[in-house]
């Protein structure tokens, strides 16, 4: 006969001293028996009685135990007044699914009619699946005598790591798509933008462009048969070849741009759909302009909705008008009549791939202005286009062994422009300050420092050296730069004697040994450690670092000596007294960021730099000991954000020199500056760059390297913080018969006739 419930509260105590009397735990099957192997994973069921130290473990091998007080009928005996004969039933479940799957197989507990019942927590069960973890009493767990019953079948490794990344994964699907949900309410896609930005027009500082702004009107073709049917293809092969699978972000590019920067540690891909560069171009005011992650993701989520909104075709007929391709050119209409005089629809496969090609950097790889650069681009195209299955390979080995031939007109407006060394540099800073393709996508006007007068007179001086001595003396390049130090600004930058011939510029990307006038920065750091210039050093030879240099002949000479006459075995026990680390320290704090490498031969310029970082680097003796970041941009305007259209003051300011933080930093002493100048105008007045005089009390330091591969002068006139930097030699770094005189005669010659 079933005996009734018992009372919770006013039993406990009779239940607590029969469980003490009986308390016993037995089994029909003999579990301490069971041998496992070594980390052999099975559920566990942990049996522990009110009052017992611990509990009793049983592990699961079969798939039905029973529980209860009979030792006749149950698997797992427990001797408690609280549970029934046959309390309750363990068992596998075989038959549960996921998805339409069987899925791992898992153990329930059922209660089988007993008085006192099963709960968890308070509240009572009739069944349950167990998960590891699950605590079950068997009777109320008010009561003193009830028995718990724990579950423990933790999952393996790698299970655990599949549960949480679904959870984690919903979880961020869920917040992504709330967030997604907010943020579409912030824009409208519909309608769109009749019109494309401007171009970006680039003035000297009196506020004349550099190249005429154009002023055809644009034209937008109605339907994607109306362009060549290369373009497509070779635009989707260049840029963004899963096009048509995405929904407009990329995952796979997206994962593959982050491997490869966080692989390199720059950002070298961009990982940008077709649909997220329309995007920051159609709704530039809600992406922004600041290259951060920020601008990413709010490009995102206009390149999602415009996905939702438009077809595909509709999307990629808007990219072929609307991306820009420089020389203030948009679409690919504009630029086919533009570079080839005549319409898109009649392009062929290499003038299609050409104009693909240009989209990376529109306005250094068009094939006017660097024609390899163009080839190379265009090849590349194609070979993606040929691996992509968009043409045979026959078809692209043609297009490859084509000429393009551009049309007149182009290459007359492109070559007619002022400053083209420059004017590149310009594109250069304007991408470092803004940031990959946005610094190419137009409405902006920025403002540089450049003196057309200047400009112009460094341009004739250095064809005029390179002509005259550089023929006798076997120098075929060169390149000179002039910064006013007390901004910063480059007033005329030369990088080279024909853009048409060669467009790399070696003001600011040749990486050149500087000689003699790298001893700047060990003469610079040993006057900051209080070393008097007047003090004296040996010139006998000199061993260091297993190396001999030669000596000065007999004697000794101080600072004023040694700068004048550049004697590197004074220079070198200068460094010496000071330390090498110092040199270098001294070198980037005034504004050298090139490698540079602590050893002897650093001391005569064995490291390579750039003629802009040594002319910066002078500029801060000229500037009282003030460093100033080069730069050739003053300002950068948006000019599709004016109050007045036609008044450029109006527009709203994206960047000012003036407030940029590399700027108006002290990193010398005034009377440090004051010294080195001194020094320096000593080696014009009557030491190694007496050529350079021109009656200004300028100051300034030779250079030459072995077998006068480099010919170096570096120097300015401190009444007016006016610095110049001149560089003369091969690009293939072939020898010279010249000597860094040479270099100071041009220097000059130059500011002879700009510096008033």
């Not at 049996?47 to 509990?55: F, G, I, N, T």
């Not at 649909?275 to 993701?297: C, E, F, H, M, N």
């Not at 026959?394 to 182009?410: L, N, T, V, W």
Request: charged content about 20%.
């Amino acid at each position: 006969m079933t005996q009734p419930p018992l009372p919770p509260r006013r039993s406990q105590t009779v239940l607590g001293n029969l469980s003490q009397a009986v308390k016993t735990t037995l089994t029909r099957i003999n579990f301490s028996k069971l041998k496992l192997k070594p980390n052999a994973r099975v559920p566990e069921l942990f049996v522990q009685d009110a009052d017992a130290p611990k509990a009793q473990v049983f592990p699961l091998l079969g798939d039905r135990y029973s529980i209860g007080r009979s030792s006749k009928s149950c698997d797992i005996v427990v001797r408690n007044p609280v549970v029934s004969q046959v309390h309750a039933v363990v068992k596998r479940d075989r038959k549960r699914k996921f998805l339409g799957l069987p899925t791992r197989s898992r153990f329930m507990i059922r209660d089988e009619g007993s008085t006192n019942g099963l709960y968890r927590g308070k509240r009572k069960l009739k069944s349950k699946i167990l998960y590891n973890g699950d605590v079950i009493s068997l009777g109320p767990p008010e009561l003193a005598a009830s028995v718990r019953v724990q579950y423990k079948d933790p999952l393996p490794w790698y299970l655990k790591a599949v549960r949480y990344g679904l959870f984690g994964i919903s979880g961020v699907t869920a917040l992504t798509a709330a967030v997604i949900g907010i943020e579409w309410q912030r824009f409208s896609v519909y309608p769109l933008p009749e019109s494309v930005q401007g171009p970006v027009v680039i003035n000297s500082r009196d506020g004349q462009p550099l190249r005429t702004p154009r002023t055809d009107r644009h034209v937008e073709l109605q339907s994607l048969s109306d362009f060549s049917s290369f373009l497509p293809d070779a635009v989707m092969a260049s840029e963004d070849s899963r096009f048509f699978w995405h929904l407009g972000v990329d995952p796979i590019g997206t994962a593959r741009a982050l491997f490869t920067n966080v692989r390199g540690g720059e950002i070298r891909e961009g990982g940008s759909t077709l649909t997220q560069q329309l995007a920051r171009s159609v709704l530039p005011d809600y992406v922004g302009r600041q290259d951060s992650a920020g601008r990413k993701i709010r490009e995102a989520f206009v390149a999602l909705k415009l996905e939702t909104v438009y077809s595909k075709d509709f999307l990629l007929r808007l990219y072929l008008n609307r991306v820009y391709l420089g020389s203030g050119i948009y679409g690919f209409e504009d630029a086919s009549q533009f570079y080839f005089g005549k319409s898109s629809k009649d392009l062929n496969l290499s003038e299609a791939a050409t104009l693909v090609g240009i989209l990376p950097a529109p306005n250094s790889f068009n094939p006017v202005t660097n024609y390899k650069a163009a080839v190379e681009y265009r090849d590349r195209v194609l070979e993606r286009m040929a691996q992509q299955g968009m043409v045979s390979q026959e078809e692209a080995d043609r297009a490859r062994r084509s000429r393009i031939e551009i049309s007149p007109r182009a290459r007359q407006e492109l070559q007619s422009a002022i400053a083209p060394y420059f004017y590149s540099a310009v594109f250069d800073e304007l991408e470092s300050l803004l940031g990959g393709s946005l610094a190419s996508e137009g409405n902006f006007i920025v403002e540089t420092g450049l003196d057309r007068r200047m400009q112009s007179r460094a341009e004739a001086s250095l064809r005029n050296s390179v002509e005259t001595n550089g023929a006798s003396a076997g120098y075929s390049q060169g390149a000179m730069v002039t910064i006013n130090a007390k901004t910063g600004e480059v007033l005329a930058m030369v990088g080279g004697t024909d853009y048409r011939e060669s467009q790399f510029n070696r003001a600011t990307q040749a990486l050149r040994q500087p000689g003699s006038t790298f001893k700047i920065f060990a003469y610079t750091a040993a006057i900051e450690q209080n070393i008097s210039p007047g003090t004296a050093y040996s010139c006998a030879p000199l061993n260091w670092g297993g190396q001999t240099y030669a000596g000065c002949g007999g004697g000794s000479a101080d600072f004023y000596t040694g700068v004048a006459q550049s004697l590197n075995v004074i220079a070198l026990r200068v460094a010496q007294d000071v330390g090498l680390d110092k040199v270098v320290q001294m070198a980037q704090r005034l504004g050298v960021k090139s490698k540079l490498n602590p050893v002897p031969g650093l001391v005569l310029g064995q490291s390579e730099v750039t003629p802009l970082e040594m002319t910066s680097a002078f500029g801060v003796l000229a500037n009282d000991g003030v460093r100033n970041r080069p730069h050739t941009i003053k300002r950068i305007l948006d000019s599709g954000d004016c109050k007045d259209r036609k008044d450029i003051n109006t527009c709203r300011v994206i960047y000012q020199a003036d407030q940029d933080g590399e700027n108006n930093q002290r990193v010398l002493q005034p009377e440090v500056a004051a010294t080195m100048t001194t020094l320096f105008q000593g080696v014009v007045r009557s030491g190694t760059g007496r050529a350079a005089a021109i009656g200004l009390g300028e100051a300034g330091k030779t250079g030459t390297t072995n077998d006068n591969k480099d010919l170096w002068f570096v120097g300015y006139v401190p009444s007016q913080a006016i610095v110049t930097g001149v560089w003369l030699g091969n690009d293939n770094n072939a020898p010279t018969d010249g000597n860094s005189g040479l270099a100071a005669k041009l220097w000059g010659d130059y500011m002879r006739q700009v510096v008033r």
